[in-house]
């Protein structure tokens, strides 16, 4: 069971009202206390209903968001990430720049060994795009690799 003290970072979980957030908020992130960091492990997100705005067009994109990552000392709260997320739903960008952005957020808040977003966009104009964005530190590198490889060999394979 987690201790009070190990808790003290995650303050929008268990409240009763929900508030919303209008324009991009990365700072309503927040993130718990690894209890494994010894063990190397594989955390991933299934976030299947983001949007975002077109910002030439300001016209609404959907996509499916994966986030997978190897912690070091912390996790992402994951009502936090939701509303992290939702954040999106006004913010003109494109996909390839809300992908990396949410890395580099996401990198910012944990500093995991290794981390990776995926964007699977609903097409526009006949055209799907899938923008994949990864990071690792020195000792992850084989893994960056091999998860590239693995990304583009699922897209050529559709």
Do not use: W
Request: with cysteine; proline share 6%; aromatic share 10%.
């Amino acid at each position: 069971m987690r201790t009070q003290k190990e808790l003290e970072g995650v303050n929008l979980l268990g409240q009763s009202k929900t508030v919303y957030p209008t324009i991009y908020s990365p700072q309503i992130l927040e993130a718990f206390e690894n209890k494994h960091p010894e063990n190397e492990y594989l955390v991933t997100l299934d976030c299947p209903e983001f949007t975002s705005l077109c910002p030439k067009t300001g016209q609404p994109d959907f996509g499916h968001i994966i986030i997978s990552y190897i912690p070091r000392n912390l996790l992402v709260e994951s009502k936090s990430l939701k509303l992290y997320l939702f954040s999106f739903r006004n913010n003109g960008d494109f996909h390839e720049d809300c992908i990396n952005i949410i890395m580099n957020d996401l990198r910012a808040l944990m500093d995991p060994k290794y981390i990776e977003v995926t964007g699977y966009f609903t097409p526009r104009g006949g055209i799907s795009i899938y923008p994949f964005a990864n990071y690792a530190d020195a000792d992850h590198l084989d893994m960056l690799h091999e998860r590239r490889r693995a990304q583009m060999a699922a897209v050529l394979a559709k």
